[in-house]
């Protein structure tokens, strides 16, 4: 369990335009997102499903006395191995005021990416729709995909926040 | 520091000052008014007049201003009370309350309901008060002379000394203030009169004063800025006379550039010169008796202060939140115990014994800081039904009763609306005219009686009225026309449910007080959606009880946990009547999908929590089932569950902060385990049960449809 810490990097950010991304991996895909909406990471423990949901929403957990829904990104980009294992972590995000864990593979790391090194990102995928990616960006060999938690989590189709209130 | 960051303070407080003043006012017995009463109505605003002038509210400050006159006329015996001044003291109450919240969002008051507030207010000085009146009035075209002749009458607006005798030299020690805290103290002390020495340090610094005020008023204006503590005032001397008239003329300079402005941008410039002419008077007179207001009791706003503390409620929450998960801490470690010896580790035993008590203790203090007595919903009643009384032509007297019984916060608030519904009706239909009521050889004065108290784990909130009661034949005869299945053999109790019925009026004439019909099916389902329910006792000729029954507290529910499959649910206990093992041939079929199951010479609607929430792994077969007979919204279901697994408290936490409401739960809790379980909502289930069935059936059909067109 990692607690980080905001304000510092906030100070980091506004001095260079820099933006700090967590970098976590799902399946053999990498992503990123911008690391002041992450809260904590946690390792994945038993949720509480809830009926009538779509698959992905796996159910909710006590973080500290708190309810907290939690989203597999695997499942929801129909990744096609999806296990729980010792790697499996659960990226606690603040989005909106509303506290949600998302499952992934794992996270690897924390970068700064420069404004010039991040590329729009092209219409591609069927499952991730472009409005939730705020770009690409490559580093050597791998290539990242920034993705916009706040869109993506409130977004209707993922069924977290009540419609009236997206 | 900025003084800004008092406002929050003093809008608080002058709120608290309204409300007493409300009180107060309400209380007041018009033929023989207590002084202590009218003193308390009086210094209410004055500290409002103090602190609206330190915080530069100009029109709050003018405002209380008359209205402190006219009350201190009131408390000398100059001024007899009527039901009709009292009228007017409320509604100047009001909208100083309204000015209040204009300042409070940062807005200017209204202008005009100003004007005529004060308008009212100097006419009612004029005319009540005769002679004395006259010189208030007469005075007004020419207020510049009455503050040119030097020392004597000032402008209180000013705060500065009020006459030749009665000012005296005050020592103001401030104790442990700091250097900006204090520059702002001095300046405010300026204004009530000349400083003639300071000096001294942040521990203490002495502060020399010739003023008219009283020791009191400075350390009420004061309080706004410090704590009571902090601050220290003696009594030195009168001070001498030549010295006191030059500090009046320096000060007379202060005030009359202060009022000057004012007169300009008010539209009619005689009022805005009236106040200080009207001052002069209430300044005059006031100060050579420093009055029973200085002499004994302490400031309103300095009394609460050491014994009560003013938390936020998320703070509280948040320490609940945490208690909650140190219980559920503890009761890991107890089940942790329960696999090793007992013997070898007595100590350690003891210790999570010791705990788990402490631990109990200490969720119980916590739960209870989010208790407040019924006072905080009855007080504001007294000024409602007087209102509403002297609209209707009645005459109502308010008893309450219980004031001091506790409710959870957040029920407190959801039960006002409710609540005032229930009076208004009793207001109107219940409680007769007094001609009404002589004549039915009843008192003329109706009695509405608020009461509450505790049973059990409920609260019972009453209003009585000992009114006309409910017409049997009335309501019996509306609920034919209005198409509701009605039969003259129904029981009492039947007949007056049917008051909840939506559009359901037996009031001849649509008031704007009561009568549209939209009343008692709100309040029934307000007062359901809280887990309670309303019953009503009436007797014709004798009036009508309303009771609500409330759970104490939202926030921690008596439980029945269940499981069904893996997964464990909690039923909340007021729901559950009774669960029983049903046996097959008990169990009926109905319209091809839906089942049975006969209790008792009774048929209820099987829902099997399973198919319902697609539970993988559970109980499929009713007869191997436990069938648990809850009532939701008056509709009572057998609920198929696979095992009943106990009964418990459990702390209420909301699903719909972080995600979203969830059909047929209404919250979740967390077990002792620290798994998250969901509590189940009973009515919400059957809706949701009837649904699928539906969605089944159409679905049934559609493919039957399929098959008979190939």
Known sequence: MTSLKHADLAAVIADTHTREFLVFSLGSEEYAIDILKAQEIRSYENVTRIANTPDFIKGVTNLRGVIVPIVDLRIKFHLERVEYGGQTVVIVVNVEGRVVGVVVDGVSDVISLPPEQIKPAPEFSLSLSSDYLSGLASIGERMLVLVDIDKLLTSEEMALVEKTMA | ?710
Request: charged residues 25%; proline residues 5%.
């Open chain 2, 1 to 710: 520091m900025d003084i800004t960051d008092f406002y929050d303070t003093f809008f608080e407080e002058a709120a608290e000052l309204l409300e007493d003043m409300e009180r107060h006012l309400l209380e007041l017995d018009i033929e023989s008014p207590d002084p202590e009463q009218l003193n308390a109505i009086f210094r209410a605003a004055h500290s409002i007049k103090g602190g609206a002038g330190t915080f530069g509210f100009d029109v709050l400050q003018r405002t209380t201003h008359i209205f402190e006159n006219i009350l201190d006329h009131l408390r000398r015996g100059e001024l007899r009370l009527r039901r009709d001044i009292v009228d007017t003291f409320l509604e100047t109450k009001d909208m100083l309350q309204d000015q209040l919240a204009a300042y409070r969002n940062g807005s200017e008051p209204d202008p005009e309901a100003f004007a005529r507030i004060c308008q009212t207010l100097q006419q009612m000085a004029l005319e009540e008060l005769g002679g004395q009146g006259a010189e208030v009035a007469v005075q007004a075209p020419a207020p510049i002379p009455a503050v040119e002749p030097a020392p004597s009458p000032e402008p209180e607006a000013a705060g500065a000394p009020a006459g030749g005798e009665g000012a005296e030299r005050l020592r103001v020690v401030l104790l442990g203030v700091a250097e900006k805290d204090r520059e702002l103290l001095i300046g405010e002390l300026g204004h009530f009169g000349g400083i003639l020495a300071q000096g001294g340090d942040v521990q203490r610094y002495e502060v020399e004063l010739a003023t008219g005020e009283s020791a009191d008023d400075i350390e009420a204006v004061l309080c706004f800025v410090v704590e009571p503590e902090q601050l220290e005032i003696q009594v030195l001397a009168t001070v001498p006379q030549a010295l006191q008239a030059k500090e009046a003329g320096e000060s007379t300079e202060a005030g009359s550039s202060q009022v000057e402005p004012a007169a300009g941008e008010l539209s009619p410039p005689v009022e805005a010169k009236k106040t200080p002419a009207a001052a002069v008077q209430a300044s005059a007179a006031a100060a050579p008796q420093p009055g029973p207001a200085a002499s004994g009791k302490p400031p309103a706003n300095g009394n609460g202060e050491s014994t009560s503390l003013r938390v936020p409620v998320a703070k509280v929450d948040q320490i609940i939140n945490l208690v909650g998960e140190l219980v559920i801490t503890q009761s890991m470690l107890d089940q942790m115990l329960g696999r090793l010896d007992g013997a070898t580790h007595s100590e350690l035993v003891n210790g999570i014994a010791l705990l788990q008590r402490n631990a109990r203790d200490l969720q119980e203090a916590v739960m209870s800081i989010r208790m407040v007595p019924m006072d905080f919903v009855f007080s504001r009643f007294p000024r409602q039904v007087h209102d509403l009384a002297a609209k209707l032509g009645k005459e109502v007297e308010l008893v309450t009763v219980g004031k001091s019984t506790e409710l959870d916060k957040s029920l407190v608030e959801r039960i006002v609306d409710p609540l005032n519904h229930l009076v208004r009706n009793s207001l109107d239909h219940g409680i007769e005219s007094p001609e009404v009521r002589e004549a039915a050889g009843k008192p003329r004065t109706g009695r509405l009686t608020l009461s509450a108290q505790h049973q059990g784990g409920n609260i019972l909130i009453d209003v009585i009225d000992d009114g006309a009661g409910l017409n049997r034949d009335r309501l019996l005869a509306k609920a034919r026309s209005n198409g509701l299945a009605v039969s003259d053999s129904m029981s009492d109790d039947e007949v007056w449910q049917l008051i909840f019925a939506p559009g359901f009026s037996t009031a001849e004439v649509v008031s704007d007080v009561s009568g549209r019909g939209v009343g008692m099916d709100v309040v029934k389902r307000n007062i359901q959606s809280l887990g309670g329910h309303v019953q009503i006792l009436s007797r014709q000729g004798q009036g009508t009880t309303t009771r609500i029954v409330l759970p104490l507290t939202l926030a921690i529910l008596d439980g029945m946990s269940i499981r069904a499959g893996e997964e464990i649910f909690i039923l909340p206990l007021n729901a559950v009547i009774e669960s029983l093992q049903p046996r097959s041939e008990d169990i009926y079929a109905m319209a091809g999908t839906d089942q049975l199951l006969k209790v008792r010479d009774e048929y209820l609607p099987l829902l099997p929590l399973h198919q319902v929430f697609g539970i993988p792994g559970a109980r499929t077969r009713p007869s191997e089932c436990i069938a648990v007979i809850v009532q939701g919204e008056g509709t009572r279901c057998a609920l198929l569950v696979d095992e009943l697994v106990g009964q418990q408290q459990v702390v209420v936490k909301n699903l719909e902060t972080n995600y979203r409401k969830v059909p047929g739960v209404s919250a979740a809790t967390i077990l002792g385990d620290g798994s998250v379980s969901l509590i189940l909502d009973i009515a919400d289930l059957q809706r949701l049960n009837r649904r699928q069935s539906a969605a089944r059936q159409e679905r049934a059909a559609a493919i039957e449809q399929e098959l008979m067109l190939s």
